[in-house]
């Protein structure tokens, strides 16, 4: 294991050398301190391993993470994992907004609450949040799985595509085409096994199904004269 | 951009050090405003009316300005200067009288109370915290920024903190979009903002409010209706502190309390030397939700 403190580490050395990770793995455990909520810390990785952010962070934590295992004890600012391919981020604090947007792949799990825009614009990324999310969560959000333990905040799933939603909590309104859909065995199994990868305390059964109603997928020329 | 910061005190204890834990509040926060920046301190009651005054010739207008007071109110006058700002303690009921003679000497009023001061210039957080010695003030709460100009000029007055009435002001981050118009309907009220900034209206819009009759948190709540645009608004009166964000919440904003004080940060990194920070209740405050305590 390798401790990399940021009381004496520049930032861009500290991703620099988890970066080269990619290259050739000559350290699998990595742990970060110090970190007084500074941006953009562990980004870009590309390598199976294991970095552990002690503390809290500012924007944009574990950002474009591939393969890589990030878990920060603390909370994370705006953006964390934005745009994840694979790997997994584990927060065990809150989120700010806009946690794992874009992402494409891998498992951002966040054991505290996820603030508004979680999940936006989300690609396959598989996000757990333990606690609640704001508003405008997954937005335009196209495919993978947004798993809410708790509540959802206004207009969730608002010009959704085909992410799948899954609320245990309430919701505090449906965006633009969200609708709740029927829960099919495939959804039961799906949900055991995240929330069991997630560490979660809840059961498959106790959550609704939330998708698009795909009725802004095409022109309803019906609707020609509101334009 | 902006940086908000504040810092409210539940003890007495950290009272000492209140102007050193948000100096390195706002200084951390220069990456969010780098052209201006400001505090506003709410240290002891002089036992009567402070008014901070700032000039951009210091040397000259508050050279025997003390003495000129004390003649002309006949009664004593104090003056602290502090770079181009200047602390005046003034006699009871002459407000008014010093407001006039400082607007024909053209020197800026930059706020009233019996325990608020207010700090403000253009320049780098670190520099602007140094020329007014803000780490050796004390008190019981106090909010600052930083400020990336985006509405008004780079100038003294169009940085914050705003205090638009006795002990009380106000710290944004964001724009506002509805604000030449409450400049008319508060200008009707008797709360006529003096700058262009749009913060200055909103700072003049809780002031109405609480002169209205409404506590702080009926005024806050009163931003969500009646002020269209993106704010998260840090707000501060003689015993409280405010924080409320508008319903869309795309600035940020988090807050950490323990038992000794509650802070707000436009980031986390503006937490980093608080004492017990590692085991503060950190959340992000929720939009269109209004916070305040009071002591």
Redesign the interface.
């Known amino acids: 294991m390798q401790t990399i403190d940021m009381a004496s580490t520049e930032l861009r050395q500290l991703n620099s050398t988890l970066q080269a990770q990619s290259k050739e793995i000559v350290e699998s455990d990595w742990v970060i301190e110090n970190t ?4 953009a810390l562990a980004v870009g990785l590309d390598a199976p391993i294991n970095v552990t952010i002690k ?5 944009y934590c574990a950002g474009m993470n591939k393969q890589a295992n990030v878990h920060v004890t ?2 994370v ?2 953006g964390v994992a934005e745009n994840m391919i694979s790997g997994s981020v584990t927060v065990e ?2 989120a ?2 806009y946690a794992g947007a874009t992402g494409h792949g891998g498992l951002l799990n966040i054991k505290g ?1 996820a ?2 825009r979680c999940g936006i614009s989300m690609k396959g990324i598989d996000i757990v949040v333990h606690g609640n999310i ?2 405008m969560s997954a937005f335009m959000a196209q495919s993978g799985n947004l798993v809410v333990l708790g509540n959802a905040g206004d207009a969730l799933g608002d010009s959704l595509y085909e992410a799948r939603l899954f609320v245990r909590g309430e919701v505090k309104s449906l965006g633009a085409d969200c609708i709740e859909k029927e829960m099919r065995p495939e959804h039961m199994e799906f949900l055991a096994d995240i929330l069991k990868r997630a560490g979660a305390d809840a059961r498959p059964a106790e959550f609704r199904r939330y998708g698009s109603a795909r009725k802004l997928y095409n022109f309803n020329v019906d609707h020609a004269d509101e334009y | 951009m902006c940086g908000i910061v504040g810092l409210f005190l539940k003890k007495d204890d950290l009272r000492p050090r209140l102007g050193d834990l948000l100096t390195d509040m706002l200084i951390t926060m220069t990456d969010r405003g780098p052209d201006s920046a400001g505090i506003a301190i709410y240290g002891d009651d002089a036992g009567g009316q402070k008014m901070t005054i700032q000039s951009a010739t210091p040397d000259e207008d508050f050279n025997g300005l003390e003495e000129t007071l004390t003649e002309l109110l006949r009664a004593p006058v104090r003056m602290r200067v502090i770079d181009t700002h200047a602390v005046l303690t003034l006699p009871e009921g002459s407000e008014a009288e010093v407001r006039a003679f400082m607007a024909e000497k053209g020197i800026r009023v930059m706020g009233v109370g019996n325990s608020m001061e207010v700090f403000k210039e253009v320049g780098l957080p670190r520099d602007v915290a140094a020329r007014f010695g803000v780490r050796q003030m004390a008190g019981s709460h106090g909010i600052g920024h930083t400020r990336m100009a985006t509405e008004s000029a780079v100038t003294t007055l169009g940085a914050h903190p705003f205090s638009t009435d006795s002990d009380q002001c106000l710290v944004h981050n964001g724009s506002l979009s509805n604000h030449n118009r409450m400049r008319r309907v508060l200008a009707r009220k008797g709360f006529a903002p003096q700058s262009e900034n749009d913060t200055e209206v909103a700072a003049c819009y809780i002031s109405s409010r609480l002169a209205e009759g409404a506590n702080l948190g009926e005024a806050l709540e009163g931003t969500l209706q009646d002020l269209d645009g993106f704010f998260t608004f840090v707000v501060g009166t003689k015993n409280g502190f405010g924080v409320v964000r508008d ?1 869309i ?2 600035k ?1 904003a ?1 807050m950490a309390e323990t038992d000794d004080y509650v802070a707000f940060g436009s ?6 030397n608080l004492p017990g920070i ?1 085991n503060a209740r ?3 405050p ?2 269109a939700t209004v916070y305040f305590w009071e002591r």
């Open positions: 007084r909520g500074a941006h503390g809290s962070t500012g924007y603390g909370s600012g705006p604090g809150d700010s907004q609450n603030s508004s704001g508003h | 319903p919440a795309c940020p988090v980031e986390y990194r503006a937490f980093a590692e950190v959340w992000e929720e939009p």
